[in-house]
């Protein structure tokens, strides 16, 4: 397969995700025990230039996965925008507040742009989900590869359903929280690997 411009940023795009994805669950773990500046470096690294650098794998992965007739691909590509797009103005606008940039009310905790940007890491798990459900279903990716995309999923939707039920520190969100640690970065890695080798296809 011809290695695309856009296969080619999609891929160093990943790589990318993955170094941001690892900083930003170290800079929140010092935030819960030492607090500011670490918030803020997380917002940045694990909310805005996350989110940024997974867009081009939203549009690689549609183009080269689901077919434009297919409503599951459609349906991956429309979540996935909308994921990363309220992840990073969510994000944006936190670290904004934080720098005394811009001012706004959070009438109850867990709205507002803080409560965007504490679930919308549960939009990108759906994405990935069924973006793996995808892969699995064209085998464009190697099976592993999709499983380790569809278990990262689901640890994303597990850690805003304990956050939401039980609070940060729950064992159900300190769990989903490691897999999501651990298996992100191996997915958008491995991912960024064969993007940038030309080795994902459209058809097994």
Not at 24 to 51: A, C, E, K, M, R
Request: hydrophobic letters at 55%; charged letters at 5%; zero cysteines.
């Amino acid at each position: 397969m011809e290695t695309s411009k856009l296969t080619l940023i999609a891929g160093w795009s990943a790589i990318a995700s993955a170094v941001f994805s690892i900083m930003g669950f170290v800079f929140i773990g010092i935030f819960f025990t030492v607090g500011q500046p670490f918030g803020t470096l997380n917002d940045l690294f694990g909310g805005l230039l996350l989110s940024l650098s997974m867009v081009p794998i939203v549009f690689a992965l549609h183009r080269l996965l689901s077919p434009r007739q297919s409503a599951l691909g459609i349906l991956a590509l429309g979540i996935g925008l909308a994921a990363m797009s309220v992840f990073a103005i969510a994000a944006a606008s936190v670290m904004l507040k934080t720098l005394g940039v811009l001012s706004f009310a959070e009438p109850r905790p867990g709205t507002g742009p803080l409560g965007l940007g504490l679930y919308a890491p549960g939009l990108v798990g759906v994405w990935l989900i069924l973006i793996s459900t995808a892969s699995l279903t064209s085998r464009s990716l190697p099976p592993v590869l999709a499983s380790i995309g569809l278990a990262t999923g689901v640890g994303y939707v597990l850690v805003i359903i304990g956050f939401s039920m039980a609070g940060p520190q729950s064992p159900l969100v300190i769990v989903a929280g490691l897999l999501t640690a651990i298996g992100y970065p191996v997915w958008a890695i491995w991912l960024g690997r064969l993007l940038l080798r030309g080795l994902v296809t459209r058809e097994a």
